[in-house]
């Protein structure tokens, strides 16, 4: 599954009806129903003009998504990546590491040589750091689930 990804990478506005419905749905299947936190996920930061929607399908299902937020959005000093999320059904074929390589390089292009910081769930803080994230501060509590800032 993860030869020849189609990768996609949209602002909000350029988003479809379906793509939009899709990719929230996931957020809430996985960060809302699985992970049992409850939290507004619609937080006004998707319709941002410089917000990057980065999404694959597979088998016409969601694969995976994330977004990048231009700095003084979730951070004053920093871009950021967030709501990084693999689709249940495309776990464990290392779809993850490639949607991190791609938001990187999407990163380096639309936000040239600017910090990335992450809120990063403390039981991935291996993935991220295989990815040149460094962790900053001390583990805290987001949702009820610990968390760790980390920056590259």
């Known amino acids: 599954m993860t030869d020849n990804i189609n990768w996609q990478v949209k602002t909000f506005n350029q988003l479809n009806t379906n793509e939009l419905y899709d990719l929230l749905k996931l957020r809430i299947d996985v960060f809302v129903v699985e992970q049992t936190c409850y ?3 619609l937080d006004e930061l998707d319709r941002h ?12 299902k969601l694969a995976s998504y994330l977004r990048i937020l231009p700095k003084g959005l979730s951070y004053e000093n920093y871009i950021s990546i967030g709501r990084v999320i693999i689709a249940p059904q495309a776990r464990g074929q290392g779809l993850g590491h490639q949607l991190i390589q791609q938001a990187l390089t999407l ?7 600017q910090t990335i910081k992450i809120s990063a769930q403390e039981h991935l803080q291996g993935f991220y750091q295989h990815h040149g994230f460094k962790s900053v501060g001390d583990v805290y509590l987001e949702d009820d689930i610990p968390h760790i800032g980390m920056i590259k």
């Not at 003009?49 to 016409?60: G, K």
């Not at 990163?107 to 040589?113: A, G, S, Y």
């Open 49 to 60: 003009p410089q917000t990057l929607h980065l999404f694959n399908y597979s088998n016409s």
């Open 107 to 113: 990163c380096e292009q639309h936000f040239p040589n």
């Open 39 to 41: 939290y507004s996920d």
